[in-house]
């Protein structure tokens, strides 16, 4: 059985996805804005926090996020303008295959510069 502090984050969490996957066209702006928000890295920051209270684990993390965060916005305008072209699901495979390519070039362009995630 789950514990409270899990149902938590399971019931924040679905709320989070519900909200930014809502089809109401008037929202479309506020779904991408609450997308575009850093909300799983402040969750898992509090989580981590709660959980073990190392404050140098969340720093370690949040500078990996950084890091990572830069080839994961080759993502958007992939989808944008493969699916703009009617691929819909092929846009999101490619987008997909896309960004892979760009964290492992991030991630062998940061060990070349001594950077450790």
Known sequence: MPSLHMAIKLVLSAGII?????????LNFLGALLASLPLTSLLAFVWL???????ERISSLSGSIFWLVLPSLVLFP?????AARGLALASLAASAAATTAAYFAMIKVLGALGIDL
């Open 78 to 82: 992939a989808v944008a303008g493969l």
């Open 18 to 26: 519900v909200g930014v996957s809502g089809n109401r066209a008037p």
């Open 49 to 55: 926090y709660v959980e073990t209270g190392d404050v």
